[in-house]
């Protein structure tokens, strides 16, 4: 969600007018265009919301401004999935009216009816969103952000807005908003987590019209660089044990590690009422702050991604309780520079979905970013060396055939405790250099060479991550796009997601280091695209 919004150019309810592509560039065959990530077909597009799965489709709403290609008066745009890497757009779901434009929210699948919106036999889907009155806020009042709701009785074709909207008005703070509502069987309610300013607020309702508050978190814990957006509460087990705990997801923009905008987490148990951090995750999040990193964060927090580019991101609802599955997806970009990364058509993608998952290490209790096994239906083809090979440089080109972009490359590596290796991906002129510093104890993502970068100051500033412990064995899982690079470090301990806009494919990989190194086992996958 942006926090300022220009001059609004909105004729409520109009019909869109398509841009279509040139003559010469056909539609998704754009300089930059993602062939592996889901991006809109035309103009802007920001927050994923409203993700609910509902009778073998997976729905993604995102936040849409039909009229250019910045951000601008929020709709929700809308797709949907049969397999979380395939898409079909379907019409915008969502436009503004006398309430306001329509921020971001969730979605979810009311099927005992309980709302009244639908009928027994054909329960509804239910969306709850900001409303943010425009004009309001020029007018200088605090309570132009208030919560929605739309119901849906024809799996997400058509939405009808409930009359009694808003169904739950401004307290008189002007960033009250981003609904993220779950069923809650313990307490026997929906529950809404709701950002509000520098906090997480908790409402409860039985019919998703009246709600009721239950509590706050957070004022004084985590980071605080920014406003808080985007939450998500996620009850999951603990990977290997039957334990279960609370997950709460909060973006934030500035505030990020590396710059810009950025989700953090906190771990604890939540009784219905009150989110308690859970007193080892609390030590954790008051334990000094490593400097040496030399990054932008001002307070302390625990982030779900390093790179720059994964914002706003939650969770899909309804998930058949058969998968099990916590699966996720973000805006791949960055409100620092979001309005001028150098695309014309379209601007901006989603991250590849994945899934969340809780681990216990040690005594910590972290999420773990691991690419949805969906990922894998766009394998097209594959190589993989046969033995492992010992040297200082390693051609990728020659060893795994990495000759094209849209290339999926799974390594695993034995270092010494005290080596640095990198891995340069390049075309000859424009690279992209990771590193793992075993001797500093750190990650480090550097695009400064990656093609055009001047469109902001600190696009070409290099990512860091700290490293806990020197990486001896590390298991590295890379997908190349047209214009990104996702990176997932031992099963997604650490994770950077980062754009990059280079003149031609970064189609060469190297990995080369101060001393012989061991790879030990290694795969690459070209990947087809999706829009074919």
């Given amino acids: 969600m ?179 509502v779950v069923w809650h069987a313990e307490s026997k309610q929906w529950l809404m987590t709701l950002a509000v300013k520098d906090k997480i607020s908790f409402y409860g309702s039985s019919n998703l019209k009246k709600w009721r508050h239950l509590s706050d978190f957070g004022q004084d814990i985590g980071a605080h660089g920014g406003v808080w957006e985007c939450p998500d509460l996620i009850k999951m087990k603990v990977e290997g044990s039957d334990k279960e705990k609370y997950v709460l997801l909060v973006s934030i923009n500035p505030g990020a590690p590396n710059g810009g905008s950025g989700t953090q987490y906190f771990v604890g148990d939540f009784d219905g009422k009150t989110f308690k951090l859970d007193a080892e995750f609390e030590n954790d999040l008051n334990a000094p702050v490593d400097q040496s990193l030399k990054t932008d964060v001002v307070d302390k927090g625990v982030w779900l991604d390093f790179g720059t580019d994964n914002y706003a991101g939650v969770t899909w609802s309804n998930v058949p309780e058969s998968d099990g599955r916590h699966l996720f997806i973000g805006w791949m970009n960055n409100w620092n520079y979001a309005n001028k990364v150098p695309t014309d058509v379209w601007r901006s993608a989603m991250t590849l979905p994945r899934e969340l998952v809780l681990v216990k290490q040690g005594g910590d209790y972290r999420v773990q970013s691991r690419l949805v096994a969906e990922v894998g239906r766009l394998h097209e083809s594959s190589r993989a060396i046969d033995a492992p090979v010992k040297a200082k440089s390693l051609d990728l080109n020659k060893l795994l055939g990495v000759n094209k972009i849209g290339q999926r490359i799974q390594l695993t590596l034995d270092l010494k405790a005290d080596q640095r290796a990198q891995f340069n991906f390049g075309n000859g002129k424009q690279s992209v250099v990771f590193t793992i510093d075993n001797a500093k104890q750190e990650l480090m993502l550097d695009r400064s060479r990656s093609g055009k970068v001047d469109f902001e100051p600190g696009f070409a500033k290099v990512q860091l991550a700290p490293l806990t412990e020197p990486l001896v064995r590390a298991e590295l899982d890379i997908v190349v796009d047209q214009s990104s690079i996702e990176i997932f470090v031992n099963k997604g301990a650490s994770v950077f997601t980062s754009q990059m806009f280079p003149d031609s494919p970064l189609d060469q990989l190297r990995i080369s280091s101060d001393s012989e190194l061991t790879l030990a086992s290694a795969k690459s996958f070209t990947l087809g695209s999706i829009w074919k």
């Avoid at 754009?30 to 920001?46: D, G, T």
């Avoid at 079909?88 to 009311?110: M, R």
């Avoid at 004009?135 to 709701?149: I, N, P, S, V, Y």
């Fill in 2 to 180: 942006k926090k300022v919004i220009p001059a609004l150019l909105v004729s409520f309810g109009v019909a869109l007018t398509p841009l279509v592509a040139t003559a010469t560039t056909p539609l998704y065959q754009e300089a930059y265009r993602p062939q592996q990530h889901f991006s809109p077909l035309q103009q802007w597009m920001n927050d994923p919301n409203g993700m609910v799965y509902l009778d073998g489709e997976y729905h993604l709403f995102y936040q849409q401004n039909p009229y250019a290609n910045i951000w601008g008066p929020m709709h929700w745009g809308h797709a949907v999935s049969k397999d979380l890497v395939h898409w079909e757009h379907l019409p915008t779901a969502l436009f503004p009216d006398k309430h306001g434009t329509i921020f971001s929210g969730s979605a979810v699948f009311d099927h005992t009816n309980s709302s009244g919106l639908g009928t027994k036999e054909n329960p509804p889907l239910v969306a709850i969103f900001t409303y943010h009155d425009h004009w309001a806020e020029k007018l200088g009042t605090k309570t132009f952000q208030t919560q929605g709701l739309a119901y849906s009785l024809d799996k997400g074709r058509s939405w009808t807005k409930y009359a009694g909207n808003p169904v739950l008005p401004s307290p008189g703070i002007p960033d009250f908003r981003d609904p993220k």
